[in-house]
Structures are given as C-alpha cells and as structure tokens.
Nanobody, 128 residues
Framework: QVQLVESGGGLVQAGGSLRLSCAAS????????IAWFRQAPGKERMFVAA????????YYADSVQGRFTISRDSAMNTVYLQMNSLKADDTAVYYC?????????????????????WGQGIQVTVSS
C-alpha cells in the first residue's frame, strides 16, 4: 500500500506560480509512474501531467503544455508539479496518482484507470 500526500496548493493571482509536491508517506515511491490529475467543480477529473518510471519521459495535457513541468527528485522521494502562468481555468483540486508497477507505455499514463493509488487532493485557486 502506498499513501500519497500532496502539498503546496493555495490561492494565487492569475499569471502567478505554484509548485505542488507529492510524497509517498513513510517510504520511497519505488518503481512507479506518477501523474497529476485535477478536478474542477462540476467537471470530471482530467489528466494534467505524468512522468514515466522507465525513461523519465514526461507527458502533458494540451491545456498545460508549456506552462507546467512535472519532475522528480534524484532520490525518487518526491514528485513536483511546477505551475507557471496560472489561469483562472487552472482552479481545481489537484490529485497525485501512482501505479503498482511501470506501464512501459507512455500512452497509458493519461488515463486515470492506470493508477492504483491516489492522494487526497489539494486545492489550487487562481484568482482573475
């Protein structure tokens, strides 16, 4: 069992930046793909970004490409989502997710069903 803990959310003005962190409580992530999803009020959860275990390739939703960056630290203990040029449309609860084992196929990392472990979510609010 892996418990994921998000941090770094909050309120920011449009155009500003935030960095979200995702840590595996009490342990390292191990060999897992990690992703960020978000859910705005009244909308379905959507993919934001992912980083693959096997080759560290990164994947982004079109809506955040060029503004958000996903990364992980060298000790593989924390995954980050750097969010720049934030817009009001980025307002949502952001969730960190991890799978049981690396998929080996980047195309799968955009789907919520790929992931077995989810954090509780953290609020990001962008004021316009």
């Amino acid at each position: 069992q892996v418990q994921l803990v998000e941090s770094g959310g909050g309120l920011v003005q449009a155009g500003g930046s935030l960095r979200l962190s995702c840590a595996a409580s009490g342990r390292r992530f191990g060999s897992r793909d990690i992703a960020w999803f978000r859910q705005a009020p009244g909308k379905e959860r959507m993919f934001v970004a992912a980083i693959a275990w096997t080759d560290s390739n990164t994947y982004y939703a079109d809506s955040v490409q060029g503004r958000f960056t996903i990364s992980r630290d060298s000790a593989m203990n924390t995954v980050y989502l750097q969010m720049n040029s934030l817009k009001a449309d980025d307002t949502a609860v952001y969730y960190c997710a991890a799978d049981r084992a690396p998929q080996g196929r980047g195309a799968l990392l955009r789907f919520g069903t790929t992931y077995d472990y989810w954090g509780q979510g953290i609020q990001v609010t962008v004021s316009s």
